[in-house]
Structure formats: C-alpha cells, structure tokens
C-alpha cells in the first residue's frame, strides 16, 4: 500500500504533514550479511576500554558511526551537557537561552542529534543546533540523525507523544497501528526505514516505519508488550519484548523476531545496538536488579565485562550497559569507575574486517580451493 498524505497540521509553530495507517508485509529474506556473498566474521573475544565523557563528572554513552566518533551525555559543573569524542572530547554548548544539552545520535558524516533545555525541551541538531532548519520549537527530542539528514524522534503533550520525521526542521508524524494513539521513534538506518513503538491505554507495540507505512513487528511469545530501539542499515531491527519468562531482548529481520534471552543467571534483557552483522548490544539483568553490559552474535550472548582483556581496566570498569556497536565492532555504552557513571568506548583487539574485505576474503578462499582441487 501507498502512504497517503493529509493536509499539513500546524501544532505550536511546529509543522507537520500527517500520514495514514498502512501496512507491510516481508516475506522470507536471507539474513543479509549471507545475501551478498559475504561472510559473517568471527565475533570479537577481547576487547579494550576508555572512558570518553568529560573527566571527573558522571557522563553515559549513546551512541558511536562508522568512523568511531561517539557521543553521550554529562552532568557538569556548568549543567547536563552533551559531548562528541572522536579522540577527545568536546562539550556541546547549549542554543542561546537553553540551560542544558544532550547527544543521541551522530550520523556517519558527524551531524548529531539530541536536545537542548529551554522551558522544554527542544530538538536540536549539532554542529549549529541555532538554525531554523536544526531544530524544532517543540516540547520534542531528536533521538537519531541519518546522512541525508533526517532525523527521528517525537514531540509531547501532556497528556501523549508522537513520532516524526524531521528534514530541514519540518516534521512529518509518523503513523500508528489501528487503534493506537500515540508512538516514539528512536532510529532511523541510510534507506529512512525507521522504529520505535506505536502506544494505546496499557499496550505498546514494536513497529518500522517504511514508505510504506507502519508495520507492527509482534512480540515474543507469552509477550503483551514491545518496543524497538535501533534499525541497522541492511535493516536488522533490535529491542525488548515481553515473554512468557519475563522482558528479554530481540532481534528482528525478515519478519521473524528472535529471543535474544539473557545471561546466565539474569532474569531479563533489552538490546539497544545492533550492526549489518546482526551483532547486538544491550543490558542483562538480575532479579535483584544487577545489570551487565553484553554483547550477542552469531548464537550467544557473553558479558562484556569478561571480554575485557587488559587486567587492570577489568579492575577499573564495571561494564553495566551497552547503547551501540556499528560495523567494526566498537560498542559505546556506560560503565562505572569507582561507583561514578562513566561513558567508555570498547575496542576489539583484533579489528574486525569491512563487509567488502569479508567478500574479498571470501573470493579469495574459494580461488584457493579451486587451485588446490586443480593440483590434485
């Protein structure tokens, strides 16, 4: 089905073209790093750790590109700001008149998305978050940004939230599952499929959003509740799930949703990162509210604390949350550091391959069976 527009809505100085419900259907799909030829590497199995918020402040992690530039969120001595690491790090500075700043999501050519705090808060896009075309007058969060720069992320009332689209500081409402009313959206990949949750009274669902509408993703079995956090660019789609045995993690691709579960122990989960290999990151945690950081691929879930690999960085980093992992497997999340929240930045020790060396490898493997098989 199309996307059918309606007339252009205009709410508080904020413009928005409404969209009607529709639905897609996927049929089965090979799991897309197998869909080219490729092959899946090896998950990472050690890794090294910094801390990359503003030195002695409490600082969290959200997300990391392509190019390893991350960013996050601080508690300063000059108010909550949002900062940029690519090496080191930079604060955010507020628009003028807001009190504070926070990152979200950072674009593969380094546009941010996130918000400033004025009265409300407002959605701002870095580096100029003061332009007409950057930000929305809105009580709104921007929570991701794209290269074509859309962004993602919903405006509030008191009484509901709505998601949208945003080019150029013109927001189009993102469509709600039949019956639903009101709907968040948290990441958005390079072909402008987007996710999120489509909320009624009591219920949510996780759902895409496509050109051709909304799409309701399910739930895990025994669930009654869903929501989806982040979309990869081949269009892997992860998040949390209510499930006979409690909230756990998914991954969702070609209209199958996989239990994730948990780590040993662990009575529930939530996945917040995922990459085109389908690696995702995300939090564990214990019945008694422990939470660890993990990584899950290629059929397991392990701590990632236990893949640190220096001794004395597994002394000092507590690993209790992990919010991305892009294509190189680098992961930004939030650790503690002598009881202090700390955003970090984990590093594989050996550098995991690009999707189009992966293919090379693997042409050149089969060129070398084919000789050997000639030799003999």
């Known amino acids: 089905m199309t996307r059918n527009q309606r007339p252009i809505l205009s709410i508080i100085g904020l413009t928005f073209a409404l969209a009607t419900t529709a639905s897609a259907q996927t049929g089965t799909i090979t799991d897309p790093w197998n869909s080219n030829g490729q092959t899946n590497p090896t998950l990472p199995t050690g890794y090294r750790i910094r801390a990359i918020g503003p030195t002695g402040f409490t600082s969290f992690g959200t997300n990391v590109n392509e190019a390893g530039q991350a960013v996050g969120w601080s508690n300063t001595d000059v108010g909550e700001r949002g900062f940029v690491w690519n090496g080191s790090t930079t604060l955010l500075s507020p628009a003028s008149g807001a009190t504070g700043s926070r990152a979200r999501g950072i674009s593969g050519n380094g546009t941010i998305a996130g918000w400033n705090t004025f009265s409300t808060t407002q959605a701002v896009l870095y580096p100029n978050p003061t332009t007409t075309s950057a930000r929305i007058t809105q009580a709104s969060f921007y929570y991701d940004v794209n290269d074509s720069g859309t962004s993602v992320g919903w405006y509030t009332t008191p009484t509901s939230s709505q998601a949208f689209k945003a080019v150029n500081g013109v927001a189009t409402l993102l469509p709600v599952l039949s019956g639903d009313t009101q709907s968040q959206s948290y990441s958005i990949n390079a072909s402008g499929t987007a996710v999120g949750a489509s909320l009624s009274a009591g219920s949510q669902q996780a759902v895409r959003w496509t050109s051709n509408g909304v799409e309701g993703l399910g739930f895990l079995p ?155």
């Open 222 to 376: 025994g669930g009654g509740y869903s929501v989806a956090f982040d979309v990869s660019g081949n269009g892997i789609i992860v998040g949390h799930s209510g499930a006979t045995s409690g909230q756990k993690a998914f991954r969702w691709y070609g209209g199958t949703m996989t239990d994730l579960g948990y780590l040993p122990g662990d009575a529930s989960s939530t996945a917040f990162g995922v990459n085109d290999y389908g690696w995702t990151v995300g939090r564990s945690t214990s019945n008694v509210g422990v939470r660890k950081g993990y990584l899950y691929g290629n059929g397991s879930m392990v701590s990632l604390q236990s893949l640190l690999v220096d001794p004395q960085e597994a002394a000092q980093f507590t690993v209790w949350d992990a919010q991305a992992i892009n294509n190189s497997g680098v992961i930004v999340g939030t650790a503690t550091v002598n009881g202090v929240n700390t955003a970090y930045v984990m590093t594989p020790v050996t550098p995991v391959p690009e999707p189009a060396t992966m293919v090379a490898l693997g042409l050149g493997a089969l060129a070398t069976l084919r000789r050997r098989r000639r030799s003999n």
